[in-house]
Nanobody
Framework: QVQLVESGGGLVQAGGSLRLSCAAS????????MGWFRQAPGKEREFVVA????????DYADSVKGRFTISRDNAKNTVYLQMNSLQPEDTAVYYC???????????????????WGQGTQVTVSS
């Protein structure tokens, strides 16, 4: 079992930046593939980015590629999402998630993830 708590959301103007953090507690953090998802009002939760257990690999949704960067610090049990050049369409609740399957390298779908944080709101004004 792992508990995830996101922070760092807020209101920012278009073109601005935010850095989200997701702190994990519980079992060994490096056992988990970590991901970020987002959900806008009236829409399904969508994949944003995933990072491998030791940070060697990451993969991004096309919509955020080149603007968002994921990283993790296993010593601090934390995964980060640096978001630059934010646009109004990035407005959503952002969730971090952990995949406990030891066979996973990267995970892309909601159902692959076993644990979820409560989410943090990101609002980008035009």
């Amino acid at each position: 079992q792992v508990q995830l708590v996101e922070s760092g959301g807020g209101l920012v103007q278009a073109g601005g930046s935010l850095r989200l953090s997701c702190a994990a507690s519980g079992r060994t953090f490096s056992n988990y593939v970590m991901g970020w998802f987002r959900q806008a009002p009236g829409k399904e939760r969508e994949f944003v980015v995933a990072i491998s257990r030791h940070g060697n690999w990451a993969d991004y949704a096309d919509s955020v590629k080149g603007r968002f960067t994921i990283s993790r610090d296993n010593a601090k049990n934390t995964v980060y999402l640096q978001m630059n050049s934010l646009q109004p369409e990035d407005t959503a609740v952002y969730y971090c998630a952990a995949d406990a399957d030891p066979r996973s390298r990267l995970s892309y779908t909601v159902r692959e993830y076993d644990y979820w944080g409560q989410g943090t709101q990101v609002t980008v004004s035009s």
